[in-house]
Structures are given as C-alpha cells and as structure tokens.
C-alpha cells in the first residue's frame, strides 16, 4: 500500500496558508513530492485562491520542493478538468499516488477534489478538514508559520489589514471578529486570505520587495508586484 | 468515556486528523470524555470505562480495513452501544455476516429516513456528506434506517445498540453523534 519512505504526495497549493500548514503536516507522515498549483485569470474562482498565487513558484524554491503549475480561465466547474491536468502532470514527473489539500469546511472544493482523485485512482488527504479552527491558528503561530493578510472581503477589516502578519495579536483580532462579526476565524468563508512568507520547512523566507494596495468599502487587496529569497 | 476507533491504513495516519478528529471535537463539545486507538493496536484493557464506541471512517481509497475484518471479532461480544461511520458501517456488516460491495458516493446527497430512527434527523429526508467506495448489504435481520438513490445509509442490529451509517455524520450532521453520546449516557444509568 505504501512504500517503506511513505507515500508520495502531491499538495496543492494556492500560497495562502492553509495549503502550507497542508504540507507541513503531510511532511510529517508521508513524502510531499511536489506542489501544484492552478493559476486562475478568475479573481473569482469558486476553486482557487487567486491575490498572490504567482509566488507559489518562490515559496516552492524556498521549501526546495518541485512545482507544477498550470493556468485556468477560471470557469466554474471547467476549471476542474485543469486542476485535473496539473495533477495528472505530476503523477507522471513526481510519480506522486495522492494528493493533500487544506481544505478546512468547504465541501464544495472537497467534494470536488475527491472526485477527481477517484477518477485518477489517487488517494486524497485532508489533514484540516472540520479541525478545529482556533487550535488550528493557534499551532499556525505556534509553528513559525509567517503568513500575511493578502486580501480582505469583508466587514470589519479594514485597509491596514493589508499585508499584517498573522501573530498573536492579529489573532486576538480575528477572535473578536469571529465572535463579533460571525466571519469564519479561518477565513474559510472568504472573508480574507493570506500569503504565507515563512514557514518551519523553508529553507530561506520570503521577503516583500515592493506591493501595492487596492482598498474600497471592507474589500481589499495587497498585490506584491516584486518579492525575493532571503537566508534565515 | 467513548472509544474512538481509528479504522485508516495505519495507526498515527495522515487521515486520522480527517477522520477520527472531527468525531472528537463532537464528542468533546457534547462534554464527555474520550480516548482513540487504531485498530490495529487495540488491547482488552483499552475498552475499560468506555460507554460507547465510534468505529471511524477512512479515505475514499482506503479500504485496508475491509482486508483485515478478523481484527474486529472482538465487536461480536461487544455490550455498550457502537456507531460504525461509513469504513466503520461497512465492518459492522462484513462482522456481523453482512456483504460490502463497490459502490461509490461522494458529496452531498439525499438520505430518506425509511424506518424513523431517534438516531436520525427527525425530518422524513436530509442532506448528508458521503464519502465511500464500497456499499454494505446488511446482515440478515438487521433493520435499514435509511437509504439515498445509492444504497442502504442506515442501519442498527434488530436488539442491540450498534447502528451503522454509510454518510459521515461529522460533516453537517453533528447531531446524529450527539444522539448517539446521549444514548450510551442513558444505557449506562
């Protein structure tokens, strides 16, 4: 069933931070062979997590781990067959036989992704699937992952949400506005999204060189036009 | 205390935190006590204390346990009630002289309530999440609960407390496991 090194696995990986945390999980029980990634030109991708999904590729080189990416147009349901593709290209360069992802509640996406791992005859891990979401960030912070608010989509956040680092202080924030404001403390009900710059399997981290802000009525969006690698 | 059967290709899994942690968290919040082990390191000693077991459910790919049903015998003497979750329904069937064959569910569909059950949603039909690859035809004698288009999503033994459903309760359907937690309270008064 699996080989004596674990499985090889392939995780999916929008950038943000659930699909990291994924990773850093699947790491500990079995081998991550790769990371896929779909880029979708949809900013609003029923799938994929879009602000800042072209720094998969650094965040990839920083953990030392191979990418394949393939691009979307983002079409509900026809964007499937794409994530289907860029899984197929890594079982053939990565030999991976399953796939993780960081879903957290949605069953849409799980729901989604299982079938295409059953028609690929692909084992589908969600290692956060239902976890419980204040342990869940709580470990996130505890672990050393670096992960920075990317994009805001709704009331209370405002505009110097934009690009803060996920730390015990952001996260009594988000407490509040969970109990407050009834957003999901995740984000899993797209209420924000992040971008992780660190984490405790990169070998070196991300750094921002140059972004830019859009902000208007609780929606917002940090766009990093420019980032590097650099030692830790 | 409940016992949570951890019923994945290997003990400390990948999927136990998919599996056996959302069943947890129920059991939990519901303010008992629990402890888990996988079935293959399963010791007499381990089921002292316990009013309830929750046999839990595996990957869609996962059908390892269904290659190893011996390791389950124990079930047969068992007193206290047991849920069996999907890969943990299956094994009550293939325990209990019942059948699994390939049948394969995934995502939200309709289970109708046949046979009301106070296990189950008390609505005639609910939404639940599935999960599986294989679908049970039960032992001779036991009473269906419940079915969807699919199969048989609902079972439990004609005299005893053990009960089977092939959909994952965790998943928007807490209540069937905080029912369940509430009868092992009341079978051990």
Redesign the interface.
């Known amino acids: ?2 080989s004596v090194n674990g499985m090889r696995l392939g995780v999916l990986c929008s950038g943000g931070k659930d699909s990291l945390f994924a990773c850093y ?2 790491m500990q ?2 081998e991550v062979a790769c990371l896929i990634s779909v880029r979708s030109r949809n900013e609003e991708s029923y799938m994929f997590h879009i602000p800042n999904v072209h720094l998969v590729p650094l965040q990839a080189e920083a953990a030392g781990l191979p990418l394949v990416t393939v691009e979307t147009e983002g079409i509900e349901e026809a964007e499937l067959s794409d994530l289907s593709r860029a899984i197929c290209l890594a079982v053939e360069r990565h030999g991976i036989e ?1 796939v ?1 992802t960081g879903a957290l509640l949605s ?1 849409y996406q799980a ?1 989604r992704i ?2 295409i ?2 028609d690929l ?12 979401q204040e342990a869940y960030m709580e470990l996130l912070v505890e672990a050393g992952f670096r992960a920075v608010v990317t994009g805001v989509f709704s009331a209370p956040f405002n505009a110097a949400w934009l690009g803060r680092m996920i730390d015990q202080e952001a996260l009594k924030d988000l407490k509040q506005y969970a109990r407050k404001h009834r957003i999901t403390l995740t984000g899993e009900g797209g209420e924000y999204e992040t971008l992780v710059l660190d984490a405790p399997f990169f070998a070196r981290r991300i750094v921002i060189e140059e972004s830019t802000e859009e902000y208007f009525n609780y929606r917002g969006i940090l766009r990093v036009r420019r980032a590097s690698l650099e030692a830790k | 205390m409940i016992f949570l059967l951890d019923l994945s ?2 003990a ?4 136990r ?2 599996f056996v ?2 069943v947890a ?1 129920i059991v939990s919040r519901a303010g008992q006590e629990w402890r888990e082990t996988h079935f293959s390191e399963i010791r007499s000693d381990d089921l002292k204390g316990a009013i309830g077991i929750i046999l839990c459910g595996t ?4 059908n ?1 346990f269904a290659a190893r049903v011996q390791e389950f015998s124990w079930l047969r003497n068992i007193s206290v009630p047991v849920l069996g979750i999907c890969a943990g329904m299956q094994i009550l069937c293939l325990v209990f002289g019942g059948t699994i064959r390939p049948g ?1 569910e ?3 569909t309709t289970v109708r309530a046949d046979t009301p059950d106070p296990l189950l949603p008390g609505s005639p039909a609910f939404q639940a ?1 599935e ?1 599986h ?1 294989f679908t049970c035809d039960p032992p001779q004698g036991w009473v269906v609960m419940a079915v969807s288009d699919s199969g048989v999503q609902a079972v439990r033994h004609p005299d005893r407390p053990l009960y089977g459903v092939m959909f994952h309760p ?3 359907n807490d209540g069937v496991v905080e029912r369940f937690l509430s009868l092992c309270q009341e079978k051990d008064r």
């Open positions: 069933m699996t999980l699947a029980k079995e399953g993780v069953v729901t299982q079938r791992c059953r005859d692909l084992w589908c891990f969600n290692p956060l699937w239902y976890t419980d | 290709y290997r400390h899994s990948l999927s935190d998919e942690g959302p968290r990957a869609l790919k996962d390892l394969c995934i995502g939200m999440y999960l690859s965790e998943v928007r």
